[in-house]
């Protein structure tokens, strides 16, 4: 349910129920989350490229899988999201190297917000976002109230998640809640060349710059400029920053080996 490959530093991760537009199931959950577990562990991963196989990126929570016709008790969602959904969404938050996400197609309910927890996103021009969870009767989850709130304000965020009208990219490109729009046909190029940047990248300091900017939204100006001594003392002793002045100085292009 999730196509894996890895290739120069790049583990490209890709939804793959396409039939259902990649909406998760049970397995499709452990699947993205061994991929993302994956690239904690294995210092061979430099950087994650998310996206989705077919015309859809991810419809959220498989709809057919509880089926209330059939009777039974009221399901626990809570605990389908502290099983499956949020630490998932924590292990892309923590993991010290970029996520790309190039959102293929439609991106609804836990999707969408599945999208806004990457680093970078990038979403073809005929994509959509939509907060579906207004049609059904439940709450937008996997981060999406904190991501829509935080990054588009109130207004937006209430009406977007109030009325699940669908966000198409490029006016999600220019409300900043995702990097940029490209065309169609240009976006799997356009993202395998920007993981692949990032993969060849000092995976330290990257990894130390998203946690800062992460964390920049908790921190007094105080703080952030104690965090900032802390990650550039870090980021100083890397292999990468003595082959990054090097290379300057050299008057030639550095070679990182995310050390
Ligand atoms: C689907 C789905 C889907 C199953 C399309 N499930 N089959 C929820 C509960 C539990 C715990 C906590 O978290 C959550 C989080 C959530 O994510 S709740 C929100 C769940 N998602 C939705 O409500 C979105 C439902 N889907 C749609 O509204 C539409 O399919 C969208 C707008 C995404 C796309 O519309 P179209 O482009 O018109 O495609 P379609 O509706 O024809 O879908 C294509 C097929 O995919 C179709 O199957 P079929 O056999 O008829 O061809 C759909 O039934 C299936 N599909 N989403 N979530």
């Not at 009777?71 to 626990?76: F, L, R, S, V």
């Not at 799997?188 to 993969?199: D, G, K, P, S």
């Amino acid at each position: 349910t999730v196509l894996t490959t890895l290739v120069d530093g790049v583990l490209m991760l890709t939804l793959n129920r396409p039939e259902k537009l990649n909406s998760f199931n049970e397995e499709m959950h452990l699947a993205l989350r061994a991929g993302i577990e994956r690239a904690h562990s294995d210092t061979s991963v430099r950087a994650v490229l998310l996206t989705g196989s077919g015309r859809g990126f991810c419809a959220g929570q498989d709809l057919g899988d509880r089926d209330p016709r059939k009777g039974g008790p009221a399901p626990d969602l809570g605990h389908t999201l502290d099983t499956f959904y949020n630490p998932t969404l924590r292990l892309i938050r923590n993991l010290q190297k970029p996520v790309v996400c190039a959102v293929n197609g439609v991106a609804a309910g836990a999707g969408a917000n599945l999208a806004f927890a990457c680093d970078i996103v990038l979403a073809a021009k005929s994509a959509k976002f939509i907060q579906a969870f207004a049609k059904i009767g439940l709450v937008p989850d996997a981060g999406g109230t904190w991501s829509l709130a935080r990054i588009l304000g109130e207004p937006r965020a209430k009406a977007l998640a109030l009325t699940a009208e669908p966000l198409m990219a490029e006016k999600a490109a220019d409300w900043g809640l995702i990097w940029k729009a490209v065309e169609d046909d240009a976006l799997m190029a356009e993202a395998e060349a920007l993981a692949a940047q990032l993969a060849s990248g000092p995976t330290v300091g990257l990894g130390l710059t998203k946690h800062l900017i992460q964390a920049a939204a908790t921190n007094s100006l105080d703080e952030q400029l104690d965090l900032e001594r802390d990650c550039q003392r870090k980021a100083g002793r890397s292999r990468d920053y003595a082959e990054g002045v090097t290379a300057f100085l050299e008057k030639r292009k550095p070679e990182f080996v995310g050390e």
